[in-house]
């Protein structure tokens, strides 16, 4: 069985990790090819943590959060500096860092940005849906009402932001990544030939997690509450830990059945928001993906190759 691996697309750029190691490949403006490091740290609270069912889920998507963090900073910051400006830009970045980064740092913002997306996205569903009360009043009513403003809520940002031109390069880097991931996954030569012929969509994609959490918050919101509104706010905030861990679980399991006829259409629903997320990529953002992915490679069998990358 291949290993595992993931990714992140960046500003110009893509971010693959596997188990203890993350390198990002982004590409300058003058066309050449820079390369950051930031290593998984491996705490063993969390490793144990991660044995967890439904609470591995957790400690996943906060570790995601902060140090995909870093690479996104990184590819934002150098994609237009020309090579040898670095050290001005280093200066710049010293008199600009505000003081919640100083205190916080770059990943404790990421997750923080995380959190803040989170709950704005709970939570202003349910006061739409609120407003409807007087129509539709009952319980199962205003779940699937709050659901479907959830749904709505979030195709429309997704297409929104798809429209401007760095989001949707962003989207085609971000087809780049599933595409070399997918070629890996196929054992076949990581070759630009052989991954523009592969699928932009991938079942482990963090997009259909977003998705998933819909659909889960639905059914769990059915078993609790919506009455009096006070309560229902409440009873939101607190299920947002059980709704990513439970939709962590349900992205797992429709990544092991991905290759079982019967059950493989259980995946489909994310896959379809990915035609969203993912743009067909050019043969130079296929490029980058590839060199990303193979300077990980690199890494794993030779840890000393870090010291010649940019690292934090």
């Known amino acids: ?110 997750v923080l940005s995380f959190l803040f997306g989170k709950f704005v996205f709970t939570l202003v569903p349910v006061f739409i849906a609120q407003a409807f009360h007087a129509v539709l009043p009952g319980h199962a009513a ?18 929104l932001v798809s429209l401007t031109p760095l989001i949707k390069r962003t989207f085609q880097y971000h087809g780049s990544e599933h595409k070399v991931i997918n070629c890996y996954e196929n054992n076949l030569p990581l070759t630009v030939e052989n991954v523009q012929q592969q699928s932009r969509l991938h079942y482990r994609c963090g997009s259909s997690f977003m998705l998933f959490t819909v659909f ?7 078993f609790v509450p919506s009455d009096p509104f006070w309560l229902r706010i409440v009873n939101r905030i607190l299920l947002i830990p059980v709704v990513l861990g439970v939709s962590f679980e349900v992205l797992q399991a ?17 896959l379809w928001l990915q035609l969203l997320t993912t743009k067909e ?23 000393d190759i870090v010291q010649t990358i940019a690292h934090d």
């Open 142 to 159: 205003q779940v699937v009402l709050e659901s479907f403003f959830k749904l709505i809520l979030l195709l429309s940002y997704i297409y």
């Open 1 to 110: 069985m291949s290993k595992i691996y993931g990714g992140q697309a960046l500003v110009e750029g893509v971010m693959m990790g596997g188990g203890k190691h993350t390198v990002s490949a982004i590409r300058r403006n003058d066309g050449s090819v820079d390369y950051y490091y930031a290593e998984r740290k491996q705490n063993p609270t969390l490793q144990k943590l991660k044995k967890i069912p439904f609470v591995r889920g957790i400690v996943a998507i906060v570790e995601s959060a902060a140090n995909g963090s870093k690479h996104l900073q990184f590819s934002s910051d150098r994609y237009d500096v020309n090579p040898g400006d670095e050290q001005a830009l280093i200066e710049q970045e010293k008199e600009q860092t505000n003081k919640l980064q100083m205190w916080l740092g770059v990943a404790a913002i990421g």
């Open 254 to 270: 429709t990544n092991a059945c991905r290759n079982i006829p019967v059950l493989r259409f259980l995946g489909y629903p994310g």
């Open 216 to 222: 889960v918050g639905m059914i769990i919101y059915f």
């Open 281 to 303: 990529p050019t043969n130079e953002q296929v490029e980058i993906a590839i060199a990303s992915f193979t300077k990980l490679r690199e890494v794993e069998k030779d840890a």
